[in-house]
């Protein structure tokens, strides 16, 4: 169940006493989605919006405070938006029905893909300057592979306190040619 995913998903960062876990931004309904986006809006899209509308920002706060996985942060359906139309039409990993989810400071992030008759997502990796990559079979997928990398050490704290990762292991288990973690 997505819901409990996304929940435990968000235990590991508060595990790790990661800031991202006191600036969550509560969660908005499907009309505020579909208003965004335009309906029909997939359930797990609504359900990731509806535990977490991006974060909220404090004075002397920096960008590995934010992030709910290293470099990324969770976006508000408004950042999100923002995202899309910045970002423009005519990637034909994405198509023309996605919605970004999670994003970095650079412009990279990670996008719901998805048809107007399913009920759930696919998720491609968009990288700025690199080709973009379907990297989940869904957002449930996505959300436990992120909790098991926290799990088995693929994101750590590093010596200097932030949020960072194993990038190789991080990369080949997205594109299948790394060991099986998620």
Do not use: H
Request: aromatic content about 10%; overall charge negative.
């Amino acid at each position: 169940m997505l819901a409990e995913s996304i929940e435990n998903l968000w235990l590991e960062v508060e595990r790790l006493s990661r800031p991202v876990a006191s600036l969550r931004v509560p969660g908005v309904g499907a009309e505020q989605v579909e208003n965004a986006f335009g309906a029909p809006i997939p359930s797990d899209v609504v359900e990731w919006f509806g535990w977490c509308n991006g974060v909220s920002y404090r004075p002397g706060q920096v960008q590995d405070d934010a992030a709910l996985i290293p470099g990324y942060e969770p976006l508000s359906v408004r950042d999100a938006a923002g995202v899309k139309a910045s970002y423009g039409d005519g990637d034909p990993v994405l198509g023309d029905r996605w919605i970004p989810l999670l994003g970095t400071g650079g412009g990279d992030f990670y996008a719901a893909v998805y048809e107007p008759s399913s009920p759930s997502s696919r998720v491609a990796s968009v990288m700025i300057g690199g080709e973009s990559r379907m990297a989940y079979e869904s957002v449930e997928q996505m959300v436990n592979a992120f909790r098991n990398f926290f799990r088995t050490g693929v994101f750590f704290i590093a010596d200097d306190g932030t949020l960072d990762a194993d990038d190789d292991l991080w990369i080949s288990s997205e594109t299948g040619s790394g060991p099986e973690i998620a």
